[in-house]
């Protein structure tokens, strides 16, 4: 929130973080915290879209890593030392343009084990995972050509490990497995974007992402089936139509999705302009058919998941 400060009759705003910012998963327990909550745009002050997993005090999963998402990573006390992996839903750029940025951060950190990215597999105009890490970091022709020790661990480095995920329609498939965290991808239908949502199985609960799509493939309510949390993207208004219908689901979709898969909370971000404003709509649009507890998300909030 912002408040006035006034010093010799001069007021001045100060930005206030939340007081949760860097305090999430320090518990002992596991929780998601919401890095950014916004969508493309810059004037509504959100981090473009981006989510932590914590456990133990630790930072374990990030999906997604939008526009401003790398200075919330920081300001949420978590360090690239500690994640086990990093999740892509797809590869626009308010989901995946501050990942360079933390890759370049870890320098400054000890960390030695490979780092794993999952993405989609390319199509048209979009990159599967691995070539989108290789054209950040190629050695001869990437953006970032001087952080390519990253791509094979060299020079004392950890080394990115990029898989891409091809999946059949309407296949559920477990794509990383450790001994208490295990993760699960199925495509949606973001228009003619290869994209991806995932179910996160942390600490005896689920947490499902379901990335920007238009809900209209029957894969996301069987991904979300029975979680704890449905993070939905809450990117259009009702009776959106054309390409903004295309990519994304309206307030009515995500609510028949939710209640189809007895979530129990509904977490919505990626708020985008054209929806700020209209909670109240969105709400009772969603309400229709799903009765568990919803809310709507800020930046570097937080949700535990006792």
Known sequence: MILPRCLAGICLALWLAP??????????????????SGGPEVQDKRASSSYLLWQDGKARVLVD?????????????????????????????????DFPAL??????????????????????????????VRALFDENQGTFRYLSDYLDGSAGSYAIEAHDIALQPGEIRRIAALPDLVVYAAEVVHGSVPALAY??????KAIAFSGDGNGNNG?????ASDAKILVAHNAV??????????LHMPPSTIGRIAQAAQVEELVLSHRMLRT????AETRTAIAESFSGEMRFADDLECFNLD
């Open 103 to 132: 890759v370049k951060s870890s320098y400054f950190e000890d960390r030695k084990r490979p780092l794993p990215v999952y993405g989609p597999t390319g199509g048209g105009q979009f990159p599967s995972a691995s070539s989108f």
């Open 237 to 246: 208004p009702e009776g959106a139509e054309g390409v903004a219908r295309a």
């Open 219 to 223: 894969n996301l309510e069987k991904l």
């Open 276 to 279: 700020l404003g209209r909670e």
């Open 199 to 204: 179910r996160i199985e942390l600490d005896g």
């Open 65 to 97: 890593s939008g526009g401003g998402s790398a200075l919330r990573f920081g300001e949420a006390g978590a360090q690239m030392a500690d994640l086990d992996l990093v999740l892509f839903t797809h590869f626009h750029a308010d989901h995946s343009a």
């Open 19 to 36: 007081v949760w910012a860097d305090t999430c998963g320090k518990d002992g327990k596991a929780a998601l915290q919401v890095l950014g």
